[in-house]
């Protein structure tokens, strides 16, 4: 049971550059969300969704993208990667519910220079 | 706005001895749950327990314990006979309404357990 696949775990990129991280699930769960984590910040929400083709903003929503277009995927854009986005970034899913703990990717370390 | 706060940056513990990692936080909405999650230096973020806010009694997983002190706005994480495994950052979290909107977290405690 792979759980929350998150890929890549590492990646550089350069001021303006664009890219995709991916995550899916084989969970089943309906709910699906994107945080970064910085240093001293705990963690905190990008986007989420709460079900196929449903999608809404968290709490640090700029300079992202989201679409989910399965139950399973849940893929966070960077349109103009900027040195500020540099964190680490995990996506999460779970059945939704106020009780439902989140379950975990492993994480992708992203640096931009 | 919900803000969990967590007041100890970092902790030196002996091994062997309980541990209590402090949680307070701040909400109106008289239905919410509370989470503790465990990240290790590896880096995952491992889900350790939960506690709703209209659970009569305090959570219990192993040997983790959680001290929900409603009026208090309080749910300290405590660790009985702590071990060498359980250093890492520990974070407190919170979810409200139907849980759709995410958790918001604490900047987290770092543990260390020591010989």
């Given at each position: 049971?792979?759980?929350?696949t998150?890929?890549?775990?590492?990646?550089v990129?350069?001021?303006?550059?664009?890219?995709t991280?991916?995550?899916?699930?084989?969970?089943n769960h309906?709910?699906?969300?994107w945080y970064?984590?910085d240093?001293?910040m705990g963690?905190?929400?990008?986007?989420?969704?709460?079900?196929?083709?449903?999608?809404?903003q968290?709490?640090?929503?700029?300079?992202?993208?989201?679409?989910?277009s399965?139950?399973?995927d849940?893929?966070?854009?960077?349109?103009?990667a900027?040195?500020?986005?540099t964190?680490?970034?995990?996506?999460?899913?779970?059945?939704?519910?106020?009780?439902?703990?989140?379950?975990?990717?492993?994480?992708?370390?992203?640096?931009?220079? | 706005?919900?803000?969990?706060t967590?007041?100890?940056?970092?902790m030196f513990?002996?091994?062997?001895?309980?541990v209590?990692l402090?949680?307070?936080?701040?909400?109106?909405?008289?239905?919410y749950?509370?989470?503790?999650?465990?990240?290790?230096?590896?880096?995952e973020?491992?889900f350790?327990?939960?506690q709703?806010?209209?659970?009569?009694?305090?959570?219990?997983?192993?040997?983790y314990?959680l001290?929900?002190?409603?009026?208090?706005?309080?749910a300290?994480l405590v660790?009985s006979?702590?071990?060498?495994?359980?250093?890492?950052?520990?974070?407190?979290?919170?979810s409200?309404?139907?849980?759709?909107?995410?958790?918001?977290?604490?900047?987290?405690?770092?543990?260390?357990i020591?010989?």
């Amino acid at each position: 049971n792979a759980g929350v696949t998150q890929t890549p775990k590492f990646q550089v990129l350069k001021t303006g550059q664009s890219m995709t991280l991916q995550c899916a699930q084989d969970m089943n769960h309906e709910y699906m969300s994107w945080y970064r984590q910085d240093p001293g910040m705990g963690l905190r929400l990008i986007h989420y969704s709460v079900g196929a083709g449903i999608t809404d903003q968290g709490e640090v929503p700029n300079g992202y993208n989201v679409s989910r277009s399965t139950t399973e995927d849940f893929p966070l854009r960077l349109l103009s990667a900027a040195p500020s986005q540099t964190s680490v970034y995990f996506c999460a899913s779970s059945f939704g519910l106020q009780h439902s703990p989140l379950h975990f990717g492993n994480g992708t370390r992203l640096t931009v220079t | 706005a919900q803000k969990i706060t967590q007041t100890q940056p970092g902790m030196f513990v002996q091994e062997k001895e309980a541990v209590t990692l402090d949680c307070t936080y701040d909400t109106s909405d008289p239905s919410y749950g509370l989470f503790w999650y465990k990240q290790p230096s590896s880096g995952e973020m491992i889900f350790l327990i939960y506690q709703g806010s209209y659970d009569q009694q305090n959570a219990t997983e192993g040997r983790y314990s959680l001290n929900f002190q409603k009026a208090r706005k309080s749910a300290n994480l405590v660790i009985s006979a702590s071990q060498l495994g359980d250093s890492a950052m520990y974070f407190c979290a919170m979810s409200l309404g139907g849980g759709a909107d995410g958790l918001t977290f604490g900047k987290g405690t770092h543990l260390i357990i020591q010989p």
